[in-house]
């Protein structure tokens, strides 16, 4: 009988999942069907405000009033953001006109979406932050709300502000958020901080000056961004970056990442620091030894292409990895370095493999 009561029970648990399925399907159905019919509709009414405004007329302020109160929700937004992608596109004067006339609205929802909760504050600086308002909205009223935005304890919230910013922000209001997120100490990876940063296409020496003058007052996730950063997108920083390798104090990463800036931007100042580092064969320092036989690349001169040749011999897979690749980068052929390899065999395997192109026959040989 308990194993009949058991199988009964399953069917029962069962006939419920499947009802639940049934009825969740039928009101998501629902709900896309409302949202498609909401979408006709303001596609009618943003329509109208267009024709309007092409013909000379001053859209109606009721057209404002019916705008804000639905927007004053997240199904609002979604159903006149998709509305919105039927009537903005590129050299549309009257939708650039009317998105204007829509800022004092976008102030005030700013203002009311900061005080709901995280999601629908997510929501809000997501739909802003979209292409079709850039140059369209008030930018410097928005961007003092959307630092508060920043300081919000969810990650999504902190994320869509952070890229509204970066859409329509300028260089002190960005390291203001960043610097917010720096000493509240907010979850935010540095990955997305990162790449953040690199859609920013206002003044980056302005923004790059702003956050170095900050640098100290960072925690260390923060400043390696921020090294990362100004390696992608300036060449002018070779003295920061010195100072920062040469400093012993310094933490290891941010020491990496201004070897790796003085590897794409190289400095003659850079080369002896740099040598000591690739000549180092202690298996603890790989990592200094691995990403300065990258940098040195790009340094001429006898005595690099030695201590790179020398780190083929290295224990350590990266070193000789990235001393490979470098020797490759100067176009060394396998003939020029075969007899200083060719009694380790993974230094050769290496090396025959990178500079195969140089020299097939003599690779093969």
């Not at 859209?59 to 039927?86: D, K, W």
């Not at 400095?267 to 002896?272: I, L």
């Not at 691995?290 to 340094?299: E, G, T």
Request: hydrophobic fraction near 40%; glycine fraction near 4%; include cysteine.
């Amino acid at each position: 009988m308990g194993s009949e009561y058991l199988l009964y029970g399953y069917g029962i648990i069962c006939f419920c999942m499947i009802a639940f399925n049934i009825v969740y399907s039928m009101i998501m159905n629902g709900r896309d069907h409302r949202l498609k019919e909401n979408v006709e509709k303001y596609d009618m009414i943003i329509k109208g405000a267009l024709d309007e405004i092409r013909e000379g007329r001053k859209v109606p302020a009721r057209h404002y009033r019916r705008m804000e109160r639905v927007l004053s929700s997240t199904l609002g937004l979604m159903t006149v953001e998709a509305a919105l992608v039927r009537h903005v596109e590129y050299g549309n004067e009257a939708a650039v006109e009317y998105l204007k006339s829509l800022g004092p609205i976008f102030i005030r929802l700013a203002k009311k979406y900061e005080k709901r909760e995280n999601l629908q504050a997510a929501y809000f600086a997501y739909f802003i932050a979209d292409e079709k308002f850039k140059g369209c909205l008030p930018a410097k009223e928005l961007q003092r709300i959307l630092i508060a935005y920043a300081a919000k304890d969810s990650f999504f919230c902190r994320v869509n502000a952070m890229r509204a910013l970066y859409a329509f922000g300028d260089a002190k209001s960005i390291a203001d958020a960043v610097t917010i997120c720096d000493r509240k100490d907010a979850f935010f990876h540095a990955k997305v901080l990162q790449d953040g940063l690199l859609t920013y296409h206002g003044n980056s020496d302005e923004l790059i000056s702003i956050l170095l003058k900050r640098y100290n007052s960072f925690n260390e996730a923060t400043q390696l961004v921020i090294l990362n950063y100004i390696r992608f997108e300036s060449d002018k920083y070779r003295d920061t970056m010195l100072e920062i390798m040469e400093n012993e104090e310094n933490e290891k990463e941010l020491r990496l990442a201004a070897i790796r800036y003085l590897g794409k931007y190289p400095d003659e100042r850079a080369r002896r620091t740099l040598i000591k580092f690739a000549s180092d064969k202690n298996c603890v320092n790989w990592d200094y030894t691995a990403v300065s036989a990258s940098a040195l690349a790009k340094y001429p001169g006898k005595d690099v292409t030695d201590v790179l040749v020398e780190a083929m011999l290295s224990t350590n897979w990266h070193v000789r990895n990235n001393a490979s690749k470098s020797l490759q980068a100067r176009g060394m052929r396998y003939s020029q370095v075969a007899d200083k390899v060719k009694n380790d065999k993974y230094a050769d395997e290496m090396l025959r493999y990178r500079l195969k192109d140089d020299n097939i026959a003599e690779a093969a040989s």
